[in-house]
């Protein structure tokens, strides 16, 4: 079946520096990908929608140019966390959607998350 | 707008016995529902999916939901609790303009010996 793979799984580094969290479809294309982050004992939050070709769209109440969001092609979408400060320490998951599905409502496939932990 | 409400944010039961998740949601046309889990600090699972044909939706390691339009409710059913499945449960819609998914707050089930 589907796949999306993220990677790292886990992350610490310092306030301040940036870290790139990168989420791959490893058997499908993924014209669309989303990223999503959740703190401890919350539900998940949509950041942002990753389109493959242009600009990604944030979601309301989310620095683009703190989270940066590349879709270079159609099984890699990037999200780095630009000068990084403990209150960005969090769960960050990717989903993708698969090309090949054409009506609403298509199963989409979430990656096994990213810890991110800024000291 | 679509939103879901999990009703309840914790539920315990012993194994072996009935599991009910609720979930309630509003939209203004027929939506497409799904249930997820999420174990302790992985990523999410899909248990299943309601995108406008049976009502009745059979999932994933004896998981259920049932689409009732009337009550707008999707609750997630099974009969027989495992230790295993407890998790964090959510209740998630999808928007049909953008595809984008709507996540209800969770449930955290929690299954006793």
């Known amino acids: 079946g589907a796949v999306v793979s993220q990677h790292p799984s886990w992350v610490i580094c310092k306030s301040g520096t940036s870290v790139k969290i990168e989420c791959r479809s490893l058997?499908?294309?993924?014209?669309?990908m989303f990223w999503y982050r959740q703190f401890p004992k919350q539900s998940l939050m949509l950041m942002a929608t990753?389109?493959?070709?242009?600009?990604?769209?944030?979601e309301q109440g989310v620095e683009k140019d703190k989270f940066l969001i590349n879709h270079a092609s159609l099984t890699l979408s990037t999200l780095t966390v630009t000068s990084a400060h403990p209150e960005d320490s969090s769960f960050y998951i990717c989903?993708?959607?698969?090309?090949?599905?054409?009506?609403?409502?298509?199963?989409?496939?979430f990656g096994e998350g990213s810890w991110l932990t800024v000291v | 707008a679509q939103s879901v409400t999990q009703l309840d944010s914790h539920v315990s039961v012993s194994e072996g016995t009935p599991v009910l998740l609720r979930c309630n949601y509003s939209?203004?046309?027929?939506?497409?529902l799904f249930w997820y889990v999420q174990h302790p600090n992985k990523g999410l699972q899909l248990l299943l999916k309601?995108?406008?044909?049976?009502?009745l939706v059979k999932g994933i390691n004896g998981f259920e939901a049932e689409f009732k339009k009337s009550e707008t409710s999707f609750h997630l059913t099974k009969p027989s609790a495992h230790m295993s499945d407890a998790a964090e449960y959510f209740c998630?819609?999808?928007?049909?303009?953008?595809?984008?998914?709507?996540f209800g707050t969770g449930t955290r089930l929690q299954v006793f010996p």
């Open positions: 989903s993708a959607r698969d090309r090949g599905l054409l009506s609403v409502g298509n199963t989409i496939y």
């Open positions: 058997d499908f294309q993924a014209t669309t």
């Open positions: 990753s389109n493959e070709g242009s600009k990604a769209t944030y």
């Open positions: 939209s203004s046309y027929s939506p497409s």
């Open positions: 309601y995108t406008s044909a049976a009502t």
């Open positions: 998630v819609v999808s928007d049909r303009g953008t595809d984008k998914l709507i």
